[in-house]
C-alpha cells in the first residue's frame, strides 16, 4: 500500500485573491463549501484504508489547505519546499508541524525553489521531478539524493500568451504552466515493487518532447493516458490512490474508466470551490510515509 499515512490541514483560511498560478478565476470564496469539500476528501480517504493526520492551516496563508507543497518526506526525514512570496509564511509553520510529528527537518540550499510533494512524486524508487515553474533542478537533485530516490527529471510545457511568449506570473514573478506542479500531470497509481511494475497515470500533452520520450521507455513502469481537457479542466490527474483504489476528480470519466479497467476501486469526492487556487485533490494530502 501506497499513502498510508498523510497529513491534511484544512479550508478555514482558503481565498484565491493572490493569483499565483492560471486556474484563478474567481476570487469569490466559499469557506463553508471549501471545508465541505475537504471534509469529502478526507473521508474518502480514510474509508480506503488512508490514516489521516489533521493540523490547523496557517491562518496567514490563502494557500495552507494544500499541505502537498510543505515538503517531500520519506520515512523519518522531510526535505521542506522553498515556496512563492505569497506562501511564504507556509514555511515556518510547516517545519514545526513536521517536527512535531517527529521528522527530521532537511533545507534545500538557498536560493533554490522547491514545491515538495507538488512537484516530486514517488515511485517505489523512482522520484518523477517537474523543474522550471515551481521548483528548480538543481533542488529536486538535492531531495532526491537525501531521500534517497532514482529521480526522473521531467518538463511539463509553460503556459503562453496570445504572441506565444512564455508566461511570468505577475504576483510571484516565476514562470507559469497549467502544469506548474508535477502532480497536475502524473499520477502514482501503484509502485514499483519486486517482480510487480509500477502504473503512472499520465497527460502526454501536458510534457515535453523530451518528458514524453523519458517516460515512455522507463522500465518496469505502465502507463494509462490522461487526455489534455481531463487534465486542465478537471483536475484528473491530481488524485491520490493505496494501489488498490483511487479518490479521484468526479469529473474525469475517461480517466475514471481506464483506471477501473485495471481493477482500481474509484471515489469521486466533488470538488469545485477548491480547484478555485489550482489545487485538488492531490494538493491537500502530503504523505507522511
Known sequence: MINRTVLMSDAHHFTAEQAINPYYFDSHTDQ????????????????????????????????????????????????????????????????????????????????????????ALACGEYLFCGRNYRSDEAAQAFAANALGYKRVQLETIPQLDISGQEVINPVSGWADSMFYDIDLALAVIRPVESGKNGLIAYCPDAFSEESQQIVKVLPNIDRIEISLEEATTAFAGNLVSTGE???????????????????????????????????????????LD
Open 32 to 119: 463553508q463549501k471549501a471545508q465541505e469539500e475537504h471534509d469529502s476528501i478526507r473521508e474518502a480517504l480514510m474509508h480506503i484504508g488512508v490514516e489521516v493526520l489533521t493540523t490547523d492551516s496557517p491562518i496567514d496563508s490563502q494557500d495552507g489547505v494544500y499541505t502537498a507543497n510543505w515538503a517531500l518526506v520519506r520515512g523519518d526525514t522531510a526535505v521542506l519546499a522553498r515556496l512563492p512570496n505569497v506562501r511564504r509564511s507556509e514555511e515556518v509553520y510547516a517545519e514545526r508541524v513536521l517536527k512535531s510529528l517527529g521528522k527530521t527537518i532537511v533545507h534545500v540550499p538557498d536560493g533554490l525553489k522547491f514545491s515538495g510533494q507538488g512537484d
Open 245 to 287: 483504489s483511487v479518490v479521484m476528480s468526479a469529473d474525469a470519466p475517461r480517466l475514471k474508466t481506464a483506471l477501473e479497467s485495471r481493477g482500481i476501486t474509484v471515489y469521486t469526492p466533488v470538488i469545485h470551490e477548491l480547484a478555485k487556487g489550482g489545487g485538488y485533490i492531490r494538493c491537500t494530502t502530503l504523505t
